[in-house]
């Protein structure tokens, strides 16, 4: 990984000299050719390295609004991102159109991969095997840009040929053939991948199979979700790490749950993006964080929710005796955590003032506080473990095994509750186990409809904080068969207000006390046709032979 960042400029430079016209007859001296570049298996390794670059998006670009894992919670209910010029703002409340919103539509990906199987037959290999591994590399890098596309703006041109920006002119292929090509791809690449990655952050069967699974999952396709999970199973790779926590950390980076995760070294390709998450206080921006409605989802530590009478939840101390997850993914008012000055601290944003002194953390100071007065915790905790939270090796999950348990119980109940009730039990025990929840109440939760709540819960805090909530909230349906969205983002988003109570001989979950008023931050809307982005304006300016999205 010490050289990963050369290989890449290496690899990018070297994609973009094939593109070009030989102008002097003289060969360059200090770069490469066409007829150098590609002869053999160290070129080729060059290009696939060049291809990696960003494949799941940019982490270290400055004053760029990147990050897509770690923003895009942002867009939902379950986040917020408060600075509009980032561009998932008017994303989460209904407000974007072709010139506002972050830009998911961009070809440049796809072109390297395009570059390197167009090339990759001049290089000479070791073996074939590794040659096919390598091209089904690159094959699903790909395939994985047009899945983003495909499910963030439905129907988008499938761009075979860069050779010329008159190429590149094409209409959009229908929503149904970009599927169809990513699930072909997907199918017929998954048998070069190696068993295992070659190294840390490659591509190997288990992430082949992975994003077939989600694919196959958001578009409903329940018996295909489900053999993909099997196959990842039979893997025999992986696990659920005994700490949850620890799978955020640096520490547990090369934990068994981790199936593939964008890689950082820092001060070579580095994460910025942690930076943005901390609060004023401890250096950050707060610029992503986590809403009440995270914070609602999570049952008591006993098992049943919140508005179950008998569960003891209190709203004036909502922190205590929860989940133990929202601890661990939520940095809330009153908890214990490490400061930015590496000190046993506790967190408040509630209070104006603490002993007299002015709260640099305090939420409604607009100085880069979080207005919810909740910050992530995955990822940040503890803040010790970054010398630089700007500067750090950060690597965010794209696929862990917890996922492929959840995928698993949501797409065999959907096929089959009676059959599958039983594994999909043990399956959710073993992941509410793990952090010492109780079992799942089987008498509570014993048809079709119930555990399909319990799934939908499980996966929202399980995997909150990592992306996939938006795309969650578009495809599950409400009893009206509505996308959940309408009804989650079609809301007043709120902070609530209340006050610390600093002595560390008080329980967590009990200092902080909330009075039952609350501040209204944004108004949010969610009309049907938000369901996609609409295509930016520039790619419409550039190929006259787009259309705009519907309704935008």
């Keep these: 990984m010490r050289h990963l960042k050369n290989y890449i400029f290496a690899g990018i430079a070297a994609l973009m000299t094939t593109s070009c016209s030989d102008f002097l007859e003289t060969a360059p001296k200090d770069a490469m050719t066409p007829a150098t570049a590609w002869q053999t298996q160290s070129d080729a390794e060059k290009f696939l390295t060049g291809c990696y670059n960003n494949w799941e998006d940019n982490y270290d670009n400055g004053w760029g609004w990147d990050g897509f894992l770690l923003y895009w919670d942002g867009a939902s209910d379950f986040g917020y991102d408060q600075y509009p010029w980032e561009g998932y703002t008017p994303i989460g409340n209904g407000q974007v159109n072709a010139t506002t919103g972050r830009d998911f539509y961009e070809f440049s990906k796809i072109r390297r991969c395009n570059e390197f199987l167009d090339n990759v037959d001049k290089c000479s290999f070791s073996s074939e095997a590794v040659k096919k591994d390598m091209i089904a590399q690159a094959r699903w890098i790909r395939a994985y840009r047009y899945f983003l596309m495909n499910w963030n703006y439905g129907a988008v041109p499938i761009i075979k040929s860069f050779q010329s920006a008159e190429e590149a002119m094409v209409p959009k292929n229908t929503e149904a053939e970009v599927r169809k090509y990513v699930e072909d791809e997907l199918d017929q690449l998954v048998g070069d991948l190696n068993d295992a990655p070659s190294q840390t952050g490659r591509i190997a069967k288990g992430a082949g199979y992975a994003l077939r699974m989600r694919e196959a999952l958001y578009n409903e396709q329940w018996a295909v979700a489900k053999d993909r999970a099997e196959k990842i199973i039979a893997l025999g790779q992986y696990d659920l790490d005994p700490s949850y926590s620890n799978v955020f950390s640096l520490a547990g980076q090369g934990s ?250 008080v329980a967590p979950g009990m200092r902080a006390t909330f009075s039952g008023k609350t501040t209204e931050i944004e108004t949010r809307v969610f009309k049907t046709y938000n369901r996609y982005l609409p295509i930016p304006q520039g790619a419409l300016d550039a190929n006259k032979a787009l259309t705009p999205s519907d309704g935008y």
């Excluded at 964008?262 to 942690?274: M, R």
């Excluded at 955590?337 to 607009?366: H, M, P, R, W």
């Excluded at 970054?386 to 999950?397: F, G, H, K, L, V």
């Design 256 to 505: 068994k749950e981790i199936i593939l995760a964008v890689q950082h070294i820092t001060g070579t390709k580095y994460n910025d993006v942690v930076g943005r998450m901390y609060s004023n206080g401890d250096g950050g921006w707060s610029s992503i964080m986590p809403t009440w409605n995270l914070v609602d989802a999570y049952e008591m530590a006993n098992g049943k929710t919140i508005d179950d009478p008998t569960s003891g939840y209190d709203a004036t101390h909502p922190f205590n005796n929860r989940d133990p997850r929202m601890g661990m993914t939520i940095c809330y008012p009153g908890c214990d955590y490490i400061n930015g000055q590496g000190k046993q601290a506790i967190f408040n944003t509630l209070d104006e003032k603490i002993n007299g002194v002015k709260n640099s953390n305090y939420k409604d100071s607009k100085n880069n506080t979080p207005p919810t007065g909740l910050i992530w915790g995955k990822y940040l905790a503890p803040q010790s473990q970054y010398s630089d939270i700007w500067n750090t090796a950060c690597s965010p999950i794209v696929f862990r095994y917890a996922e492929v348990l959840l995928t698993w119980c949501e797409a065999a109940n959907e096929l089959d509750f009676n059959a599958n009730k039983a594994q999909i039990y043990t399956y959710l025990n073993k992941i509410r186990n793990r952090v010492g929840m109780p079992d799942v109440d089987e008498a509570k939760y014993n048809t079709q409809e119930t555990l399909r709540e319990l799934i939908h819960r499980e996966r929202s805090v399980e995997l909150a904080g990592e992306g996939l909530r938006r795309s969650d909230i578009l495809r599950w349906k409400t009893a009206d068969g509505k996308m959940l969205a309408e009804k989650v983002l079609n809301q007043v988003l709120l902070s609530r207000e209340g006050t610390v109570n600093m002595d560390a001989s």
